[in-house]
């Protein structure tokens, strides 16, 4: 089963990271990382650029309406996420637990990924899609 960690903070936790010595911080994400690979667990990891660089698009209504960032009104920023491949919620829950990214501000919130296998696997848009994924090797 596919789990996505996906990393939240406030702007303060956020801001508190800018004291962080990169070089000590990407050493202490590597070894994590590191431990996901050696688990055979780890499928994707990225970070995200600052809010103030993103944009958000609006569907309540039509035409959808896009705010640049950043977002004052937001409690909590998504900063980045990881997809795991384990065996269980509860093994997804011990990985977050170990997350490096941790402190006042900092929340970890996981969910689990569906498989294509999931849904009506006589649906012409999911054929569609199972035949991509195969060409494309994610299946």
Same mark, same amino acid.
């Given at each position: 089963?596919?789990?996505?960690?996906?990393?939240?903070?406030?702007?303060?936790?956020?801001?508190?990271?800018?004291?962080?010595?990169?070089?000590?911080?990407? #050493?202490?994400?590597?070894?994590?990382?590191?431990?996901?690979?050696?688990?055979?667990?780890?499928?994707?990891?990225?970070?995200?650029? #600052?809010?103030?660089?993103? @944009? @958000? @698009?609006?569907?309540?209504?039509?035409?959808?309406?896009?705010?640049?960032?950043?977002?004052?009104?937001?409690?909590?920023?998504?900063?980045?996420?990881?997809?795991?491949?384990?065996?269980?919620? !509860? !093994?997804?829950?011990?990985?977050?637990?170990?997350?490096?990214? =941790?402190?006042?501000?900092?929340?970890?919130?996981?969910?689990?990924? =569906? =498989?294509?296998?999931?849904?009506?696997?006589?649906? !012409?848009?999911?054929?569609? !899609?199972?035949?991509?994924?195969?060409?494309?090797?994610?299946?």
């Amino acid at each position: 089963m596919k789990y996505m960690l996906i990393m939240r903070a406030t702007d303060e936790a956020y801001a508190a990271m800018g004291d962080v010595d990169m070089t000590e911080m990407i #050493e202490t994400m590597g070894r994590f990382n590191d431990e996901l690979i050696r688990a055979g667990v780890l499928v994707a990891a990225e970070g995200l650029d #600052e809010a103030a660089d993103g @944009v @958000v @698009v609006d569907h309540s209504t039509e035409p959808p309406v896009v705010t640049d960032g950043p977002y004052g009104e937001t409690k909590e920023l998504f900063g980045g996420f990881y997809i795991l491949n384990v065996t269980s919620r !509860e !093994e997804a829950v011990e990985w977050a637990k170990r997350l490096p990214a =941790s402190g006042p501000g900092f929340k970890t919130e996981i969910r689990r990924v =569906s =498989s294509i296998d999931e849904f009506p696997q006589d649906n !012409e848009w999911i054929k569609r !899609e199972r035949a991509w994924r195969e060409a494309t090797g994610q299946l």
